[in-house]
């Protein structure tokens, strides 16, 4: 279906806004790029640092996912902040990470004993920001992230009972930021024994501004090429 006939059809039938996708949108997205900025954010907005065992599902799902950043075959580092609004409901967190790992291994390809930038190991770097409601009954509805986004899905999951989710494309209005996942998994799911957590989620992965500059420099020599006399 064209996305401005479902624009069109979805203004028929208003969707009540939901508090958690707006919250992300005022926590996450504006400083998604800069990791100490979004934390300011946080803290300015009355949300407080929260221990990953204030919650059995945050701490379960933690666990697993540091356990997948210890692949010794792709070796990551992890640094995450979890954050909470005192004042909201229980099981809400927002979690922000920044996940470094070097791709291949220094070079010098053209033996001048010099090591250029495309001779260089690849290193990068992804901020992360999402929402996680560990006590939710119901996830975002699809038809708010279409409304944000003028986007339809660009994938969806849908296996009742079990798990539903999409991914929409937010390129176009969000630079560095590829795309915004939402999620819910109820509570019977078989999914809650592989992440460790019930309930909705809202993520998205972003680089940060150094880093886009970094490679846009890097793709310039790549493209110049080893000079000879």
């Known amino acids: 279906m064209p996305v401005a006939l479902f624009l069109a059809l979805s203004l028929q039938t208003p969707i009540p806004a939901d508090v958690r996708l707006e919250t992300f949108k005022t926590l996450c997205v504006p400083d998604r790029r800069d990791m100490a900025a979004t934390s300011a954010r946080l803290a300015a907005a009355g949300w407080v640092r929260a221990e990953e065992t204030d919650h059995p599902e945050l701490a ?101 009972g079990q798990m539903i989710g999409g991914t929409w494309n937010v390129y176009h209005f969000m630079p560095g930021t590829a795309d915004v996942k939402i ?29 886009v500059e970094d490679r846009e420099e890097a793709a310039s020599a790549t493209d110049a090429g080893p000079q000879g006399d």
């Not at 509570?187 to 940060?208: C, H, K, L, N, Y």
């Open 60 to 160: 379960a799902s933690v666990a697993i996912g540091r356990a997948e950043a210890n692949d010794p075959e792709f070796p990551m580092e992890m640094e995450q902040e979890i954050w909470k609004d005192p004042g909201g409901p229980a099981g809400r967190y927002v979690i922000v990470n920044k996940v470094s790992a070097v791709i291949g291994e220094d070079e010098d390809s053209d033996g001048d004993g010099v090591l250029q930038s495309w001779e260089k190991a690849d290193d990068l770097v992804f901020l992360g920001c999402g929402l996680w409601d560990f006590d939710a009954t119901e996830g975002v509805h699809p038809g708010l992230m279409t409304a944000w986004t003028t986007q339809t899905a660009a994938q969806s999951i849908e296996l009742p």
């Open 183 to 211: 999620g819910f998994i109820p509570d019977e799911s078989p999914w809650v024994a592989r992440t460790g957590f019930s309930g909705a989620m809202i993520t998205m992965t972003s680089a940060p501004e150094e880093e």
